[in-house]
């Protein structure tokens, strides 16, 4: 099984740069969302791995669908492509 670190790295990036488009603090999210800032924090830096309810949570809150976190999340860690065309 390939190592998982790197797309939850990139997983992170994802998350920060969609709060970036909206122009969201860690804070402004953490209040849309109900995540503790810190773990915000935590997941942008690539650090530990989420669990679904708290993925679900933040792309609701970041309106994304989840799917789209997983594509830029797969393109910034350089995945291979999936053969999967966009719906």
């Known amino acids: 099984m390939p190592d998982a670190t790197p797309l939850l790295r990139a997983l992170?990036?994802?998350?920060?740069?969609r709060r970036d488009?909206?122009?969201?603090?860690q804070e402004a999210?953490?209040?849309r969302t109900g995540v503790p800032q810190?773990?915000?924090w935590e997941l942008e830096a690539g650090i530990g791995n989420p669990t679904a309810r708290t993925?679900?949570?933040?792309?609701?809150?970041l309106d994304m669908p989840c799917s789209?976190?997983?594509i830029r999340a797969e393109q910034l860690a350089?995945?291979?492509d999936?053969?999967?065309a966009d719906a």
């Open 12 to 17: 992170g990036v994802a998350l920060r740069e």
């Open 21 to 25: 488009e909206l122009g969201l603090t």
């Open 29 to 31: 999210v953490s209040l």
């Open 38 to 40: 810190r773990r915000i």
């Open 55 to 61: 993925l679900l949570r933040l792309v609701a809150g």
């Open 68 to 70: 789209q976190l997983f």
């Open 78 to 80: 350089g995945a291979p």
């Open 82 to 84: 999936t053969g999967v």
